[in-house]
């Protein structure tokens, strides 16, 4: 149907960390352009998108697991 977005399969939220064992400066680049491309074959809508400080990973991704869960719990009520 033209104008209408079709629905993906599939949803996930994104992590990407800096790599200073490549010291290429756009690694995150590099990592988000692989993601993208493995969530468009496999049908995949990405709805966030996180780079992390690799001196704080650890608080950085429960901080944002409990972002998303409640992202992936109003996205729930508004379908239901």
Same mark, same amino acid.
Do not use: C, P, W
């Given at each position: 149907m ?26 995150v *680049? #590099? ?6 491309? /493995? ?8 709805? $966030?998108?996180? *780079? #992390? ?6 608080? /950085?991704?429960?901080?944002k697991?409990?972002?998303?869960? $409640? ?10």
């Open positions: 033209v104008g209408r977005e079709e629905k993906k399969s599939y949803r996930a939220i994104t992590y990407y960390r800096h790599s200073a064992q490549e010291r290429q400066a756009n690694s *680049e #590099i990592q988000r352009d692989t993601v993208l491309d /493995f969530a468009e074959r496999h049908d995949i809508e990405i709805i $966030d998108d996180h *780079e #992390i400080d690799k001196n704080d990973i650890t608080s /950085f991704i429960l901080q697991i409990a972002q998303s869960n $409640d992202m992936v719990g109003r996205e729930e009520e508004k379908e239901s």
